[in-house]
């Protein structure tokens, strides 16, 4: 019988029988290998108690913010965590957008856009994490986005409205190439206010050089009283003319606690105004704080009725409040007579008692004779109030009584702000003069046999005047002189102008409601990122 290949193979084992105990490099390199497997996970696992917010960039794409740092090592305080709920062996494989999934709105209420949204648009944003990407180092701003970021619908604004008509410009993808000119200086509202610049910055406001209206010293003591001296010039000589310039109404703050805060407060105080009502707290300084009749105007246009008499009485005039309209602006000033006429003893006050009369006499005829001497002043008064050189009309357009209709003022927008859907800082941009941005605004006389005009167009450069300096470094500038420089340089991201929440809201700031999250927690919760 021929020899088995296998035996041949099984006689190399003779007297080796125990072979596969026999250590080889193979098996010790397996342990080996588990040892170290071991030590590693105990390390891990000491490392995760000792130091979790080191261990946590080794599974992390980096630092959080500094805004979010004290939850770095809490994961579950910003994203939703990880549940059995809705496990399925095919999400095993679908876990790159898990990360994705955030809970933004427990601190940020994160107000809507707008509402005129495609689905897809509505689906992209509702993801925080699609524009506001963390994990990018402690420096990393948030908000401070990409252009992309913005131009993904701006780009082709109406493919992403939901009914093809956005309310803004169609198509805008950079600030320097093809970005509109401003909204307001597009289509400039027509001005209710007569107001001019130039006028008023001219010395004693005058209209020509020399003319007798300027506003002396000694005129505005006579108006106003030592206080307005003391806030608007440091001359004591009557026949000085005062002069404004800019910062005497343009305030970026209140300056509570400086001298200049004291001379207007102690204006107001004279004149009986409740000083909170017209000096606002510390402002952040973007804007310019509004101006304000009591606090700027009425040193030298004092709104007062006029004088008058009764019989043999002769009433002095008196302050009329501002903003007042119709009806409210009747009763004030006919209430103000009223305290006059009682004030100088108005012979219908009289009450002798004559032999066997009453000593109460009724006040009903002295009533009604006080009330017609009042109504009587007030209809001489109120034309001179609504329509004369020192009343509404002389810087307000004014709709004359007609009947029984009284005057009506034309009611003022509020242009504290003119670029309600940007930003602008004041304070960022003060190493300018104001005339830079506002030309027309310097001091400057009325030409021979003309006046100044009252009513100015909107005095704010447009676009190009900004992209002088936000522009690529190089940028060539035309100066009002004709020459030129090299400027640019200065960012001009989307972002450094415009907010993306709660947009159709744009004079709302930081702190409007929209902003607020439904139920803000308390500090120990805040912290555990609950």
Same mark, same amino acid.
């Given at each position: 019988?021929?020899?088995? @290949?296998?035996?041949?193979?099984?006689?190399?084992?003779?007297?080796?029988?125990?072979?596969?105990?026999?250590?080889?490099?193979?098996?010790?390199?397996?342990?080996?290998?588990?040892?170290?497997?071991?030590?590693?996970?105990?390390?891990?696992?000491?490392?995760?108690?000792?130091?979790?917010?080191?261990?946590?960039?080794?599974?992390?794409?980096? @630092?959080?913010?500094?805004?979010?740092?004290?939850?770095?090592?809490?994961?579950?305080?910003?994203?939703?965590?990880?549940?059995?709920?809705?496990?399925?062996?095919?999400?095993?494989?679908?876990?790159?957008?898990?990360?994705?999934?955030?809970?933004?709105?427990?601190?940020?209420?994160?107000?809507?856009?707008?509402?005129?949204?495609?689905?897809?648009? +509505?689906?992209?944003?509702?993801?925080?994490?699609?524009?506001?990407?963390?994990?990018?180092?402690?420096?990393?701003?948030?908000?401070?986005?990409?252009?992309?970021?913005?131009?993904?619908?701006?780009?082709?604004?109406?493919?992403?409205?939901?009914?093809?008509?956005?309310?803004?410009?169609? &198509?805008?993808?950079?600030?320097?190439?093809?970005?509109?000119?401003? +909204?307001?200086?597009?289509? %400039?509202?027509?001005?209710?206010?007569?107001?001019?610049?130039?006028?008023?910055?001219?010395?004693?406001?005058?209209?020509?050089?020399?003319?007798?209206?300027?506003?002396?010293?000694?005129?505005?003591?006579?108006?106003?009283?030592?206080?307005?001296?003391?806030?608007?010039?440091?001359?004591?000589?009557?026949? $000085?003319?005062?002069?404004?310039?800019?910062?005497?109404?343009?305030?970026?703050?209140?300056?509570?606690?400086?001298?200049?805060? $004291? &001379?207007?407060?102690? /204006?107001?105080?004279?004149?009986?105004?409740?000083?909170?009502?017209?000096?606002?707290?510390?402002?952040?300084?973007?804007?310019?704080?509004?101006?304000?009749?009591?606090?700027?105007?009425?040193?030298?246009? %004092?709104?007062?009725?006029?004088?008058?008499?009764?019989?043999?009485?002769?009433?002095?005039?008196?302050?009329?409040?501002?903003?007042?309209?119709?009806?409210?602006?009747?009763?004030?000033?006919?209430?103000?007579?009223? +305290?006059?006429?009682?004030?100088?003893?108005?012979?219908?006050?009289?009450?002798?008692?004559?032999?066997?009369?009453?000593?109460?006499?009724?006040?009903?005829?002295?009533?009604?004779?006080?009330?017609?001497?009042?109504?009587?002043?007030?209809?001489?008064?109120?034309?001179?109030?609504?329509?004369?050189?020192?009343?509404?009309?002389?810087?307000? $357009?004014?709709?004359?009584?007609?009947?029984?209709?009284?005057?009506?003022?034309?009611?003022?927008?509020?242009?504290?702000?003119?670029? @309600?859907?940007?930003?602008?800082?004041?304070?960022?941009?003060?190493?300018?003069?104001? /005339?830079?941005?506002?030309?027309?605004?310097?001091?400057?006389?009325?030409?021979?046999?003309?006046?100044?005009?009252?009513?100015?167009?909107?005095?704010?450069?447009?676009?190009?005047?900004? #992209?002088?300096?936000?522009?690529?470094?190089?940028?060539?500038?035309?100066?009002? $002189?004709?020459?030129?420089?090299?400027?640019?340089?200065?960012?001009?991201?989307?972002?450094?102008?415009?907010?993306?929440?709660?947009?159709?809201?744009?004079?709302?700031? +930081?702190?409007?409601?929209?902003?607020?999250?439904?139920?803000?927690?308390?500090?120990?919760?805040?912290? #555990?990122?609950?």
């Amino acid at each position: 019988m021929p020899r088995s @290949p296998s035996r041949d193979l099984s006689d190399r084992f003779t007297g080796n029988r125990r072979y596969f105990r026999r250590p080889d490099g193979l098996r010790g390199g397996r342990y080996l290998l588990a040892a170290v497997a071991f030590g590693l996970a105990a390390l891990w696992a000491v490392a995760e108690v000792a130091a979790p917010t080191k261990v946590a960039y080794s599974f992390s794409h980096g @630092p959080v913010a500094s805004v979010h740092a004290a939850w770095e090592s809490d994961c579950a305080a910003c994203h939703v965590p990880s549940s059995t709920s809705g496990f399925t062996a095919a999400s095993l494989f679908d876990t790159r957008t898990r990360w994705q999934a955030m809970t933004c709105e427990k601190c940020h209420a994160g107000a809507a856009h707008n509402d005129n949204l495609t689905a897809t648009g +509505r689906e992209f944003h509702a993801q925080c994490s699609n524009c506001h990407r963390d994990h990018n180092g402690r420096n990393f701003s948030l908000v401070k986005l990409a252009d992309s970021d913005c131009t993904r619908c701006h780009a082709n604004l109406p493919a992403n409205a939901a009914n093809g008509s956005p309310k803004c410009e169609a &198509k805008v993808t950079n600030f320097v190439t093809d970005h509109p000119e401003f +909204r307001p200086l597009k289509s %400039p509202p027509e001005r209710t206010l007569k107001f001019s610049h130039a006028l008023h910055m001219s010395p004693g406001q005058a209209y020509t050089k020399g003319g007798q209206e300027a506003m002396t010293v000694g005129k505005l003591r006579q108006l106003s009283g030592e206080a307005a001296v003391a806030r608007y010039t440091d001359s004591k000589n009557d026949a $000085d003319l005062v002069t404004l310039d800019c910062a005497s109404c343009h305030q970026l703050d209140s300056e509570a606690g400086t001298k200049g805060y $004291d &001379k207007l407060k102690l /204006a107001l105080d004279a004149a009986g105004d409740p000083t909170r009502s017209v000096l606002p707290a510390r402002a952040a300084g973007a804007t310019l704080l509004p101006i304000n009749f009591e606090a700027h105007c009425r040193a030298c246009h %004092p709104l007062r009725a006029p004088d008058g008499a009764a019989g043999n009485l002769v009433i002095s005039g008196f302050d009329v409040p501002h903003r007042k309209q119709g009806a409210d602006l009747t009763a004030e000033v006919s209430g103000g007579y009223l +305290r006059s006429l009682v004030a100088k003893d108005h012979p219908a006050l009289a009450q002798p008692a004559g032999p066997g009369g009453m000593v109460d006499q009724p006040l009903a005829q002295p009533a009604a004779t006080l009330r017609g001497a009042a109504d009587a002043l007030t209809a001489k008064a109120l034309p001179m109030l609504t329509g004369g050189e020192g009343g509404c009309a002389k810087c307000h $357009d004014v709709t004359p009584a007609s009947g029984n209709t009284p005057a009506k003022v034309a009611p003022l927008p509020n242009h504290s702000v003119w670029f @309600p859907w940007a930003l602008f800082d004041h304070t960022a941009h003060r190493g300018a003069t104001c /005339a830079t941005c506002h030309p027309g605004t310097s001091a400057a006389y009325a030409a021979p046999g003309t006046q100044l005009v009252e009513k100015e167009p909107v005095q704010i450069l447009g676009i190009d005047s900004c #992209r002088a300096c936000h522009a690529p470094a190089g940028t060539k500038v035309t100066l009002p $002189d004709k020459t030129t420089l090299a400027g640019g340089g200065v960012r001009h991201g989307c972002t450094d102008c415009h907010r993306y929440h709660n947009a159709d809201h744009g004079l709302q700031g +930081r702190g409007a409601k929209a902003g607020f999250p439904v139920k803000p927690l308390d500090l120990g919760d805040f912290i #555990r990122g609950k």
